[in-house]
Every structure is written in structure tokens, then in C-alpha cells.
């Protein structure tokens, strides 16, 4: 027997369900327009009929299956546990260096033998999210005792064309390029194309450049790093809270750089960090019809300053464990900025495992948000669309104060445990100063279904369906990432 990462056995999807997943994109994107959308709703119905089907399966009618909580199997060579390792050796890490993994460990050679430790570095190296399988053995060399970690790792390098239609009617023609594990170091690059024309190609069009750099530790030490580069010149509606002013020629130019500092000591990349960073953005406006409004260019500088506790874990098809934080921004002339205001975010996440049928999850989100002002005449906190309250449209809502909580109940396939249903529920609101009313919530709700993607890192298709009350129809959201 050995030790492993927790991997159910899993059988292929159906035909049926293959494809519809793997079609959905093609049918929505390359059909929507052609057919007034007929054919992109003929799949997300089909699609949101299995999720249905996957929530009955689970909470209806549950079966014995797969247990998210489980003990974990003996160690290969665990009798061998016993007096000092002599070395440390990784197997089927093609792309990922030595040391990234050593970093996760808690052992080291020359340390005395110990199970517990060991079975903790299986855990920590699945955290990475770099590998779908971790595997941990022990063994004699003559009288040497060796540990050793087989690992199997996902695709890093994810080239993405990106030819999309949003539930907004946006057109997204262009290409991603994102290497989650770069030259085997743990750091993220990312690097996007893409031209976005509005009301399905009908409305205001622009170009969108973004250029995005990660790095959790830095060569080891405690010290994190980000930065972050953007470009986008488009026409844009000049519009607040459904009042429409005008429209205008947009071109931003925007700069981020953070630094971390973890609080914990060693590699692994999570516990308790504080960060600091600024941001730079120069914005341009030239007006094509109407007037400005509350709006106007400049240049903003602001600094940021704050901390996050992390302590989540991957169990391959879902997260479990929380994390929280806090993140205070800062604006001012004496800073060289054409603005002055103050922006305070405080957030929560829970994705809690729960035992006894397939594969389930009860995840949960909380956000505030208080600022005094907004750069270019701009409301710090909006309300609507797929990341913050689904069955509203985006931009719904603009304001200076932000209540919003997102609720996930999420339950897997018996026999494909990579697809699970959902069921979500979103309430918040956003209020001007002088209109804080807690009492006062909007409220959204629907189902939809995940995909976990396996042999990529950090990939799971998501599909969600909201009702729209204020136009009484459903509003769909499709993404590549999680909702939080």
C-alpha cells in the first residue's frame, strides 16, 4: 500500500455529457450570432438539466460512493520509518525543479524519520496545484533510508484562443497564453490579446492588452512578488446608475507592482502574509457625442496596504479550509495623483467539505467595501453580473458602499466526480453614503454546473444560470475559473 493524494476512482463521462461540455463553447460562440442564440440555449438547457440531475442523484437520492473524508493509506516502507533520512529524491517532476518541492516539506535530510511529516508533504505538494497525483514511499539503499515523492504533474504551458460570446452580448476575439508553472519555479505568467466589441459585435469595440507576473516566494525566501501590466483603448458609454451622458474614446494605461511577505517560515505558500504595492493608472478621454458628465481622465496613483490569511487546501476535484483578509487603499495629490479618496475591503472564504455523499461542498463568500470617493469621476463598488451577483446585469448598480455574499452548495457525478451540480444564492447591495440601509438587499439565485479539468492546473469550466426578475429571463455565465 502507499500514501496518496486523494484521487476516487472515476469513470469517462457519457457521450452525451462529453458532448455538450466540450461543444458548448463551439455552438455559443460560433453559432449564437447566426442563429439569435438558439442554439447556445439549447445546450446551457441541456447542460443545467444534468445539473439538476446531479443534485437529485446526490441529495435525493445518495449511494455509497466516494468519502471526502478518508484515512489515509500506510506508507510503501513505513516499517523502514525509523533513525535519520539520509536523502530526499522526486520522481516524474519532468518540469517542476527539486527545490519548489523540498520547499513544501517539512522534513529534510539528515532529519530524524517521522510519519506524520511525511504525510503532510503529500498534502502540501498537492497544494501547489501543479500536480494531479502525489505518492510518498519509503525505502533502504543498503543502509541508507531514502523518501521519495512520485508525483504526476498537469499541463503548465495553456495557450487559450479566445473567441467568446459573454451573457452580455460581447464579442471576444483574440488569445491567451498562461504558464501557471514557469520555468519550473512556481510562478505564474500570463499574456492576453483580445479585441471586445460590444451588443454582439454592434456596439463599442476596443483593443485589450494584459501582461500579469507572479511569483509566491521568491528563490525560497519570504518574500512574494506581482506585478501587473494593462492596456485597453475602446469607446465606451459614459454612464452612472442608468443615467447615459455620452460616449467617449478611452485609452488606459495601467501598472500594479505588490509586494508580500509571508509571516511563516519555508516554502509552502500558505499562512499568514502581509502585502504592499502601488498602483498607476493614466486615462485618456476624448469625447465622441454627449457630454462628460461625473467623468474625467488624469492620472491616479494609489498605494495599497494590507494582509491574508491562507489555509486552503486542493483535494484535486474541490477546495476545502478558509481564508480571509484585509486591503486598504489610498489615493492623494501629495502622491502626484489627480485624485484623492480612500477605498477599505474586507472578505471571507469558506469552502467547507462535507462528509458522507459524493463529493459535496458548501462554499461560501463575504465582502465589504467603504471608500470616500473614485478615481475618474468612477464609483469604487458595482452590483451585477457572473462575479458578483448573478441574475443582474453587469453595472447594474454603482456606489460607495458594498454588502455581498455568495453561497455555493456543490455536489459531484457518483461516477464522474470531476462534474459537479450547483445550486448558488447571491445577496448584496451597493449604497451611497448618505443611503446605507443593511435591511436593503438584492437577491440572486440559479443553478449550474463545474468541470474540473484535470490534466490542467488551475482550470475548471464553469456554467451558471440566474434568473433575471427586473427582465424575466434567465441570464447564463460562462468562465474557465471558479466564482471565488
Not at 455529457?17 to 438547457?45: D, M, P, S, W
Not at 478621454?285 to 491616479?300: I, V
Request: proline share 3%; net charge positive.
Amino acid at each position: 500500500m502507499s500514501l496518496h493524494s486523494p484521487v476516487p476512482q472515476v469513470e469517462k463521462p457519457g457521450v452525451a455529457v462529453r458532448q455538450v461540455i466540450l461543444c458548448a463553447l463551439q455552438k455559443c460562440v460560433g453559432n449564437n450570432r447566426l442563429q439569435g442564440g438558439h442554439c447556445c440555449k439549447r445546450v446551457i438547457r441541456y447542460c443545467l438539466r444534468l445539473c439538476i440531475f446531479t443534485l437529485v442523484v446526490n441529495v435525493v437520492l445518495p449511494a455509497a460512493g466516494y468519502s471526502p473524508v478518508q484515512a489515509a493509506d500506510p506508507i510503501e516502507g513505513e516499517d523502514y520509518c525509523q533513525g535519520v533520512i539520509s536523502a530526499i529524491e522526486f520522481s516524474g517532476n519532468t518540469k517542476t525543479r527539486d527545490r519548489v518541492l523540498l520547499e513544501q516539506l517539512q522534513l529534510a535530510a539528515g532529519d530524524e524519520c517521522q510519519l506524520d511529516p511525511i504525510i503532510d508533504g503529500v498534502q502540501s505538494i498537492m497544494d501547489l496545484g501543479l500536480f494531479r497525483r502525489v505518492i510518498a514511499s519509503l525505502a533502504l539503499d543498503e543502509t541508507l533510508l531514502v523518501l521519495r515523492y512520485d508525483v504526476v504533474e498537469k499541463i503548465f504551458f495553456f495557450p487559450i484562443p479566445r473567441f467568446s460570446r459573454t451573457s452580455d452580448g460581447e464579442l471576444r476575439l483574440g488569445g491567451q497564453l498562461r504558464w501557471d508553472n514557469f520555468r519550473g519555479l512556481n510562478h505564474q505568467l500570463k499574456m492576453t490579446v483580445e479585441r471586445r466589441e460590444e451588443d454582439d459585435g454592434r456596439g463599442n469595440a476596443g483593443q485589450h492588452y494584459e501582461l500579469e507576473y507572479l511569483i509566491p516566494r521568491f528563490l525560497g525566501s519570504d518574500f512574494g512578488f506581482a506585478t501587473e501590466l494593462r492596456f485597453r483603448r475602446q469607446r465606451q458609454d459614459l454612464s452612472q446608475d442608468r443615467r447615459q451622458f455620452g460616449d467617449a474614446d478611452v485609452s488606459d494605461s495601467i501598472a500594479k507592482l505588490q509586494l508580500s511577505k509571508w509571516v511563516n517560515q519555508g516554502g509552502v505558500t500558505r499562512g499568514f502574509r502581509y502585502r504592499m504595492g502601488v498602483r498607476l493608472q493614466q486615462r485618456s478621454l476624448r469625447l465622441a457625442e454627449g457630454e462628460y458628465g461625473p467623468f474625467r481622465d488624469g492620472l491616479d496613483v494609489a498605494v495599497n496596504v494590507g494582509f491574508e490569511k491562507r489555509d486552503v487546501h486542493d483535494d484535486l476535484f474541490r477546495l476545502r479550509g478558509r481564508t480571509f483578509g484585509l486591503n486598504l487603499q489610498l489615493s492623494s495629490t501629495e502622491f502626484g495623483s489627480d485624485f484623492s479618496y480612500n477605498r477599505t475591503d474586507i472578505y471571507y472564504r469558506r469552502y467547507k467539505a462535507l462528509s458522507g455523499m459524493n463529493l459535496r461542498n458548501l462554499n461560501y463568500q463575504i465582502r465589504l467595501g467603504i471608500s470616500n470617493a473614485g478615481p475618474f469621476g468612477e464609483r469604487h463598488f458595482e452590483l451585477g453580473g457572473g462575479e458578483r451577483l448573478r441574475g443582474m446585469r453587469p453595472d447594474f448598480k454603482t456606489g460607495d458602499v458594498l454588502m455581498l455574499a455568495n453561497v455555493e452548495y456543490l455536489a459531484a457525478l457518483p461516477r464522474y466526480q470531476a462534474l459537479r451540480g450547483v445550486l448558488f444564492a447571491d445577496i448584496g447591495n451597493v449604497y451611497e453614503h448618505n443611503d446605507v440601509n443593511p435591511l436593503r438587499q438584492e437577491l440572486g439565485a440559479g443553478v449550474g454546473l463545474r468541470w474540473k479539468l484535470l490534466s490542467f492546473s488551475n482550470t475548471d469550466i464553469r456554467l451558471d444560470a440566474a434568473w433575471d426578475k427586473r427582465e424575466s429571463e434567465f441570464r447564463y455565465y460562462f468562465s474557465t475559473s471558479l466564482t471565488f
